[in-house]
């Protein structure tokens, strides 16, 4: 038997992982239908007269650019920083938490199948006076990000840089950075919207010293 016959049966199962597995990565934009208008009604503290209003929806796509079936993927929020004039900073408060595949409440998807894609929610934003209603300490002349499916907490205008890790049961994390600048500006008309209310993008790894995009 030749070295390299040897070679294959000692090793085939390790060769083979290695050429055929799932590859995941990441991007957004700010266009549709990454970002996603939609309609919402909100009861707040006047359950006589609830509030009808816009908000945006952030979703990350996830795509499997390998050869084999990505199973149990998950989308990890793992760090946030909020640009200071100067630096980035670590986001105060923050707390590291799985992201929902969009129109599900579930952390894990099944699979993700070769050359297959899923949406995941990244955040929302929502009009000025929505804001209001969730908190009332919040501006009602600026525009608020919730990282959170309830909207329990708002972040103000500024630049944001979110680390997100993607892994499934048969593929290491890949890491992915989200360089988000939130104006602060609403705009009735959709296209405005996404033309001025924000700016997302996705990097790969995450350096907190890198300056804003």
């Known amino acids: ?26 991007s957004i934009e700010a266009k549709y239908p990454d970002c996603i208008r939609t309609a919402v009604q909100w009861r707040g503290r ?25 199973e149990k993927v998950e989308v990890f929020l793992s760090r946030a920083w909020v640009w200071n004039d100067r630096s980035f900073e670590p986001l105060p408060n923050f707390t590291p938490m799985n992201l929902l595949w969009s129109y599900t409440d579930d952390a894990y998807v099944d699979g ?4 297959m894609r899923r949406l995941c929610d990244l955040g929302s934003i929502a009009e000025p006076a929505y804001s209001d209603l969730a908190n009332p ?3 009602l002349s600026e525009t608020h990000l919730s990282l959170r499916q309830k909207n329990t907490d708002w972040l103000p205008p500024g630049r944001y840089k979110f680390e997100i890790k993607i ?11 989200i360089h988000l600048h939130l104006t602060g500006r609403w705009h009735e008309e959709p296209t405005e919207m996404l033309a001025h209310g924000f700016t997302v993008a996705v990097s790969s790894g995450c350096d907190s010293a890198s300056p804003p995009v």
């Open 137 to 139: 300490s919040l501006s």
């Open 112 to 115: 993700i199948s070769p050359d």
């Open 167 to 177: 892994a499934g049961s048969n593929c290491e994390p890949v890491t992915s950075c």
């Open 46 to 70: 006047d359950k006589e007269k609830p509030w009808k209003g816009w908000k945006y929806w952030l979703r990350v796509w996830v795509k499997n650019e390998g050869n084999v079936r990505a």
């Open 1 to 26: 038997m030749t070295f390299a016959a040897v070679f294959v049966a000692l090793f085939k199962e390790w060769l083979i992982r290695l050429w055929r597995r799932p590859k995941l990565t990441a």
